[in-house]
């Protein structure tokens, strides 16, 4: 069965500070790995994906992760963060063969700090 | 190109009253249909997945049940709500043929009173 662990459920940056997101991912088969924005009572939008092609994923707003099967991760990383960042971001996993979904994280809330 | 709308945004119900959230789809077919709940602390988690009209399979036994009576409607319903299905309410389509790409509808939130 799959999973996914989220480091912390809250982190707290400076504006213009590296944003680092953590996930770990447990999977029986090669994984798609994703990670989602939610602001408040939206639903989720897509930064990035991974589908087994480069290791490293350029998403949206900035953001970048990097697979590395040797560690099952899959961190969020943005250089520089940006008051618009704060928002509550999940990471999520498919082992692509079935319809049964993604499963997720737990979710975590990005403060960032002026 | 495709949307998929959800609604309503808000709704605040009594313990013990019926429930029904609706979730279309338009432009595609026979698309993967999902509804997932949100609760405080606990993240998304997946409960009922459809993968064609009438076609419902449910990941957590609960107080809720699901039914797709058109392709592209699915819908969640409880026949007596409990302070417990309180939650943001999601619902998300996929392409069979496309494995990792899910959109999802902007929520309802549910409160149970």
């Known amino acids: 069965a799959q999973s996914v662990t989220q480091l912390g459920s809250h982190v707290s940056v400076s504006e213009g500070a590296l944003v680092l997101l953590r996930c770990n991912y447990s999977?029986?088969?090669?994984?798609?790995l994703f990670w989602y924005v939610q602001y408040p009572n939206q639903g989720l939008q897509l930064l990035l994906k991974y589908t087994s092609a480069a290791t490293l994923v350029k998403g949206i707003n900035g953001f970048e992760a990097e697979f590395k099967k040797s560690e099952t991760s899959f961190h969020l990383t943005k250089p520089s963060a940006h008051m618009s960042d704060a928002a509550e971001y999940f990471c999520?996993?498919?082992?692509?063969?079935?319809?049964?979904?993604?499963?997720f994280g737990k979710g975590t809330h990005l403060i960032i700090q002026p | 190109s495709q949307t998929i709308h959800q609604w309503p945004a808000t709704l605040v119900q009594p313990v013990g009253s019926p429930l029904s959230l609706e979730c279309t789809v338009e432009g595609t077919s026979n698309p993967n249909l999902y509804w997932y709940r949100q609760a405080a602390g606990r993240g998304l988690q997946l409960l009922f997945y459809s993968v064609g009209i009438g076609q419902i399979s449910s990941e957590v036994p609960q107080n809720l049940s699901a039914s797709r009576p058109q392709d592209r409607q699915f819908i969640l319903s409880s026949k007596k709500l409990l302070l417990s299905d309180s939650g943001f309410y999601l619902c998300?389509?996929?392409?069979?043929?496309?494995?990792?790409?899910?959109?999802f509808g902007s929520g309802t939130r549910l409160t149970v009173v």
């Open positions: 999977s029986s088969v090669p994984p798609y």
């Open positions: 999520a996993v498919s082992e692509g063969g079935g319809a049964d979904g993604l499963t």
């Open positions: 998300a389509w996929r392409d069979p043929g496309r494995v990792y790409g899910y959109t």
